[in-house]
């Protein structure tokens, strides 16, 4: 391939796997441990592109970005190594220049696409070939056409929201379609660069078939993007309130398929903090093949992070008691989230729809959740009433616990469905939940 690419990574395994894994692609590689050693060898003879560790024993891997210019005076593009808590360490790294990042654990197929796609970047600008990209304020309203971050044709606007603009977009670099989530940049707010961040760690951590997979991530001219898979198909809130509610033959497939997913954000140490019906897409409209979305409130469970302690984090209707009651909420309180997604599915409504504000808050706080108005399996609704247990303590331990409980069901599901659809149908105005 001709190219050559250096690692700094103080860390002698992951620096050997690395090296090994690019050197089979065919590149050329030259390995440092320390930011002294690297500084030395770089600056004499930059290379293709730099892959740099953040922590390093004698200093930050940030610090050469900006040191190693190639011979045009032109900044060495940079992939950031970082773990999942270094966010504003990888903010910095952006605003030096680094052009991409990879969150640790990461496998090799992962950073040999990202080194592939930004040497190939490299090379279309060197070209001259690479397509303008619009300036960041013009990104939240691109028309049919296009042509953005060197490879993405923007087709339609899939939605719009607080915190970004989705488009449908052809990849120029591998056939099909993504849905490319660009977020609005406020120089003012590093927190939200933060945010986008973080959204896009959880994504690429976590694999599963319901969860929804990152095609591309990149920071282009000061602006954050990623591509995600296209899932076609409504979102559960859709369904539902279009065709009103599911019976349990039809949710057990889906709470099956969210429980997996919901296992998956766990064992990557996170928390979605954001499930509810508008956040599940499902496949073909298909129960059986559900989809989590919408990683922006995603955070380590383990942390504290970038969001005030004492802000109320998700929509409100699908809030965990423990969160309005104490601030607190660990993997149980998506498990509650999700225990009332599926109320909803089984009732064809919220639990409080007629309630607002503080109201609806204190009913959370100190209202138990009554069992759906449809007939279950005696299982079936003893696990339901388990996901949607006031006190955490209560709830299964994990999703994996709940999907064995799921799986260890003998009885027949009733295939009961809840007919009265206050609202609900094609001429429902009613707004989703936010």
Request: proline residues 8%; charged residues 25%; negative net charge.
């Amino acid at each position: 391939m001709g190219h050559e690419i250096a690692i700094l990574e103080d860390e002698p395994t992951i620096r050997h796997v690395v090296a090994k894994a690019l050197e089979r692609r065919g590149y050329a590689v030259r390995a440092f441990g320390t930011l002294r050693e690297a500084d030395a060898s770089l600056r004499a003879t930059p290379p293709d592109l730099m892959i740099l560790d953040v922590v390093l024993p004698d200093g930050c891997g940030l610090d050469l970005i900006g040191a190693v210019r190639a011979s045009d005076g032109a900044a060495v593009p940079a992939i950031v190594l970082s773990g999942l808590c270094d966010e504003q360490d990888v903010i910095r790294g952006f605003d030096a220049g680094a052009v991409d990042y990879l969150a640790k654990p990461f496998d090799a197929e992962q950073l040999l696409a990202r080194v592939a796609v930004q040497l190939a970047r490299k090379v279309r600008r060197q070209e001259g070939g690479a397509p303008p990209t619009p300036p960041p304020g013009a990104l939240d309203d691109l028309q049919p056409g296009q042509v953005v971050f060197g490879r993405y044709t923007v087709i339609s606007r899939l939605g719009q929201g607080g915190y970004g603009t989705v488009y449908l977009a052809a990849d120029g670099q591998r056939q099909g379609h993504v849905a490319l989530k660009i977020p609005t940049v406020v120089p003012e707010d590093p927190a939200a660069t933060a945010r986008f961040i973080r959204e896009s760690y959880g994504l690429s951590s976590v694999q599963s078939r319901h969860v929804v997979r990152i095609r591309d991530v990149g920071f282009v001219g000061g602006q954050p993007f990623y591509a995600m898979e296209v899932i076609a198909g409504e979102s559960l809130w859709h369904v539902v309130t279009r065709d009103g509610a599911l019976s349990e033959a039809e949710l057990r497939p889906l709470a099956r398929g969210l429980l997996e997913a919901l296992e998956a954000v766990r064992k990557a140490g996170l928390l979605h903090r954001d499930v509810k019906p508008s956040n599940v897409l499902l496949r073909g409209d298909d129960p059986a093949d559900p989809v989590l979305i919408d990683f922006g409130l995603v955070r380590l469970e383990c942390e504290t992070g970038l969001t005030d302690a004492n802000l109320l984090i998700g929509t409100a209707d699908f809030l965990a008691p423990e969160l309005v009651r104490e601030g607190r909420q660990d993997h149980r309180s998506d498990l509650f989230a999700l225990g009332l997604t599926l109320r909803f599915a089984l009732a064809g409504d919220g639990l409080y729809p007629h309630l607002k504000g503080m109201k609806l808050l204190d009913a959370i706080a100190t209202r138990p959740v009554p069992p759906p108005p449809v007939r279950l399996s005696p299982g079936f609704a003893a696990l339901l009433e388990r996901l949607c247990a006031g006190a955490p303590e209560r709830r299964p331990d994990t999703a994996g616990a709940a999907l064995a409980a799921l799986d260890a069901l003998t009885e027949a599901p009733s295939t009961d469905r809840h007919r009265a659809r206050s609202g609900h149908g094609p001429d429902a105005t009613r707004a989703e939940p936010r």
